[in-house]
């Protein structure tokens, strides 16, 4: 089945680059994506990527994804520390597939 | 609206008792989605609609668990005899259609059975 992995935290000094991996299995994977979680708020877009491409820069955000491995890295450059939150990689999957299947987050703690 | 909303936002309810929360989907997307987020089992698909009828009911954990979704818009998701381990967020997204690549998620109803 489908199953998507990430670590579960990941600590940075503000200022730094923080690099996010996550690995998923299903080959037919169609878009990937990265959400925000805030403490006590629902979940924020913050960048997606269509599986033919490799990457994918948005302002402080760059998207990696290596599809013959199956792993995907979200960096945020210049790391300050309203990005801690929780971030989450989503697959959709192809085959007519609807829902997104999500990791379990890794948690981004911010030293000053 | 501008976004998607959901009501109520927590909702403390005794073991037994039904239970319904609803989702406002972002004005003209035809696609909607449950998902519910759990300490144990991480953010899960529960169902998805495309306008009024939900073709992928795959993620309901149970029967006790039933959704619905009138005039293409609103939705309900309704849990019947809420049990202790139906305690979770309980989250909507909508999408512009099926083939949409992005899915925008609601703030979330907390539900706390106690």
Known sequence: GEDVEQSLFLSVREGD???INCTYTDSSSTYLYWYKQEPGAG???LTYIFSNM????????TV???KKDKHLSLRIADTQTGDSAIYFCAEKAGGGADGLTFGKGT?????P | GAGVSQSPSNKVTEKGKDVELRCDPISGHTALYWYRQSLGQGLEFLIYFQGNSAPDKSGLPSDRFSAERTGGSVSTLTIQRTQQEDSA???CASSFDRAGETQYFGPGTRLLVL
Request: glycine share 0%.
């Open chain 1, 43 to 45: 979940l924020q877009l």
């Open chain 1, 64 to 66: 990696l994804l290596n």
């Open chain 1, 17 to 19: 680059s923080s690099v």
């Open chain 1, 107 to 111: 948690h981004l703690i911010i030293q």
């Open chain 1, 54 to 61: 490799d990457m994918k820069q948005d302002q402080r955000l």
């Open chain 2, 89 to 91: 967020v309980y989250l």
